[in-house]
């Protein structure tokens, strides 16, 4: 399973942290994702990490403000999220991926309970 902390309400331009720990899997051997869903909208891909961590993506929106990061120690994944935007407002979910390598498209088993990032004016 996947189970989120962090989230909250946070003022245009401020930072939040989203953590996501891993369990009943192998972490090592899993690709790890995050995805949005905001209001009236689809959910969309917001970054993903390779099972060592040596390759990231982003989407385009976020790119460059987002920062993805694993911890294989702690089977945790983390997402930094500075220079937030109203347009960030939704709900979070971490998701493992199919292979050690994300492929677009393939999610596995196991999602997040979602987090709420709201950011404010």
């Known amino acids: 399973q996947l189970l989120q902390f962090g989230g909250g309400l946070v003022q245009e331009g401020g930072s939040l942290r989203l953590s996501c720990a891993a369990s009943?899997?192998?972490?090592?051997?899993?690709?790890m994702g995050w995805f949005r869903r905001a209001p009236g909208k689809e959910r969309e891909f917001v970054s993903s990490i390779s099972w060592y961590g040596t390759t990231t993506d982003y989407a385009d929106s976020v790119k460059g403000r987002f920062t993805i990061s694993r911890d294989n120690a702690k089977n945790m994944v983390y997402l930094q999220m500075n220079n937030l935007k109203r347009a960030d407002t939704a709900v979070y979910f971490c998701?493992?991926?199919?292979?050690?390598?994300?492929?677009?498209?393939?999610?596995?088993?196991?999602w997040g309970q979602g987090t709420q990032v709201t950011v404010s004016s």
């Open positions: 009943g899997f192998i972490f090592e051997d899993h690709a």
């Open positions: 998701a493992v991926g199919t292979a050690r390598f994300w492929r677009e498209g393939e999610i596995g088993d196991y």
